[in-house]
């Protein structure tokens, strides 16, 4: 569905806050990455709600809207414009009120109205009581229910509607915001941060360089070839000045003192240097080596800024950081990130040759619950050494294992759960983002909330990445030449050492070992999670508590009272029954198939 940037991106902002409450605006292939104020006053279920939003993921204070690779550069740049149009006026219409009390108002389908209301520490106090048509659920996290307008309560019972399944996909993503809120992990989201907005050039270079990879192995255009492999080269020639750039950035420093700091790594001149008795060499450590000369840089900088007079500083400051952080940076950073980037090879290298098959399994199969850690953020600087050392990555392909497992375990939630429309809804319109790689609207909207179709996913990612694996020890490497792609989208970017047509095979036998094992995997195991039929039963399955279907009790609308049970007969005593009782129907109690007990016995 193709959506208008510009509508999107007047109708997302007041759902995040209004543009006031947005610190910083940056995408990725397929995420829209907006740094907030207050996290607390961003209304997830509204954005879920917009037409074109595949997932919202939330890390800390950021919030990442999933909108695909077509529309993300265009609602990113909409959503600037806005933010910026708000920030020059003075009276700022839209903008966010109360601090921490996070009040918002917007409007989708329906109305949301006191979404979001936090406390000082972070502790949710409201409902958040959701009005309108279309409204998704409100999660009071303190509890860990769900509420919706009406009378429904989600409580410990297994979900039965994909709106039910959403409720408590929110409630673990709250629990696990609160387990990301850790040092390490702060970290590892901010060296993520750094290398993020380089993913769009790595894929174009990456399919450009695969192309004049090609040509040449065809003898194809030999006056072209040199051209395209000149252009798809540069930028992974000069990457360690984007990243040093980015991390001064990112860690409050001056961008271009960054950048030239990190300079140094990749001019040719150092090779006259010599370090520790060893003539260094130009791009020795990489986006390592850069990364951390532009992290020393900043902090030199920033020494320098609270010491040294206002009227030098704009001489001072800039010489003494890139001095400092430049000296360093050749006679110490560049041969112990040179020796680090070496090791990293290396060690994938001999990984996949000796241990290959069980290698893919642990990767293939832990992938997703990394995901969900935020500990797959480490992998960004290895995948794009392994890029700058060996032209691509091996450990991408077996990683992307773990999407295709997600969506065969999708497709046997689509089919087990027949009569549940809304979920298979869910899934149907989730599908094409995930075959292309896209995977949060399945994991959140699907597999995370069930539980089980989550674990057999992960087994379906370990068999693939097995697969994968196992011809890696064989010899036959399949690789990526760029990072953030997976799935069908990763086929453009495959290289290897053996020719394409049999590295594209391996990586195609990949996906289908994962595809079948997810399938397979969750189909045995998915009838225990079988919701009742809520609306539509099939002419002789209406399941009783435990899925067997109840004698006496005909399916249908109108459920008629069986032989010699009248409304209002009493009942036999049960274990927490008063004999007597009487069943007389009431204003709120129809009898029907909604009062029959769901799968733990509780009506």
Known sequence: MRIDPASTAAALLPLVGGPANVT????????????????????????????????????????????????????????????AQAA???????????????????????????????????GTTGAGSTTGTGSAPAIRASTGTAEATGTTEVTGTAPTTAAELAARGAVLRAERRRRNATPVKSALRRVAAVFVPL???????????????????????????????????AFMALIAVFVGYNT??????????????????????????????????????????????ALLGTYVEKWCRGRVPGALDVLLTPTVTVLTAGLVTLYGLMYAAGAVATAIGTAADWLLATTGAFAGLVLGGLFLPLVMLGLHQALIPIHTTLIEQQGYTVLLPLLAMAGAGQVGAALAVYVRLRHDTSLRTTIRSALPAGLLGVGEPLIYGVSLPLGRPFLTACA??????????????????????????????????LAGNRPLALTASIYAGGLLTAYVTGFAATYAT???LRPEPGGEPGPSDAPGPRGEPVPGREPGPGREPGPGREPGASREPGPDREPGASREPGPDREPGPSREPGPSGVS
């Open 199 to 233: 993913i769009p050039a790595l894929i174009g270079c990456g399919i450009l360089a695969g192309l004049a990879g090609l040509l040449a192995n065809a003898h194809w255009l030999p006056g072209l070839t040199p051209a395209l492999t000149a252009v798809a080269s």
């Open 526 to 528: 998915v009838p225990a």
């Open 460 to 493: 379906g990612g370990a068999a693939g990445g097995a697969f994968v694996g196992f011809f890696a020890m064989l010899g036959d490497k399949v690789g990526a030449t760029a990072i953030g792609p997976s799935g069908w989208a990763l086929f453009p970017l």
């Open 24 to 83: 910083s605006v940056a995408h990725c292939m397929t995420r829209l990455r907006l740094g907030l104020a207050d996290a607390s006053a961003a209304d997830e279920a509204g954005l879920r709600a917009l037409p074109g939003v595949l997932g919202v993921v939330v890390d800390g204070p950021s919030y990442q809207v999933v909108l695909g690779p077509a529309a993300v550069a265009d609602v990113t740049a909409e959503v600037e414009r806005l933010t």
């Open 88 to 122: 020059a006026a003075t009276t700022g219409t839209g903008s966010t009120t109360g601090g921490t009390t996070g009040s918002t108002t917007g409007s989708t389908t329906g109305s949301t109205t006191g979404a979001g209301s936090t406390t000082g520490t972070g």
């Open 248 to 293: 001064a950035k990112e860690f409050g420093g001056t961008p271009v003192l960054g950048g030239a700091v990190a300079a140094v790594v990749v001019y040719p001149g150092v090779a006259q240097v010599t370090a520790f008795g060893v003539r260094l060499t130009p791009g020795q450590g990489g986006v390592l080596g850069a990364l951390a000369a």
